[in-house]
């Protein structure tokens, strides 16, 4: 099992580059393609990259998979907490989302059928932090694979914005952005 697994990790972070750095793929897109990936090989029913801007304690989901958007806007993990564990870099293992007083709102999550949370938090650039959560329907104690690939995943997420980034600066100082 383990080789499959690492067969589908390579895989998955091949087929991730390939997409950042084609130019005619959207952000959005990329972004989706790397949650849905997260979720669905290591099991979960769904993932979330939330990015934080400086100046701010609002994070905001940029791309969702497996997750109703009644459950997003849920606001069931406590986002200050969130704000300052993802400032930290620390990682996040909920395992029991009955028992965890991070949970603000357990009838969403009970809703939503999910029991436990794996949340990595990502420096994208100087001023924006980001988090990809992947939730899980049980109780979960990750692999240490699964946590390279959701680091992995994650790193690739912030490459991906930052691309888009530079490509939107050195596409608006280009002569044909100005009609030349």
Do not use: W
């Amino acid at each position: 099992m383990k080789n499959v697994f690492m067969d589908s990790y390579f895989f998955a972070l091949a087929r991730v580059i390939d997409a950042i750095y084609r130019d005619d793929e959207e952000l959005a897109d990329i972004l989706h393609f790397i949650v849905s990936l997260a979720a669905e090989l290591t099991g979960a029913k769904g993932a979330t990259l939330r990015v934080l801007e400086h100046g701010t304690f609002d994070l905001k989901v940029v791309s969702s998979y497996g997750l109703s958007q009644k459950y997003l806007e849920s606001g069931a993990i406590d986002q200050g907490r969130s704000v300052t564990e993802i400032i930290n870099g620390d990682v996040i293992i909920i395992n029991d989302f009955e028992n965890d007083k991070r949970i603000q709102n357990r009838d969403a999550a009970e809703r939503e059928g999910l029991r436990a949370v794996i949340g990595l938090p990502f420096t994208v650039n100087e001023t924006t932090y980001s988090i990809l959560r992947v939730y899980f329907p049980t109780r979960k104690v990750p692999m240490q694979e699964e946590m390279e690939l959701l680091n992995g995943l994650g790193r690739l997420s912030c490459l991906a914005i930052n691309n888009a980034v530079l490509r939107g600066i050195r596409d608006a100082q280009s002569p044909l952005s100005h009609g030349i």
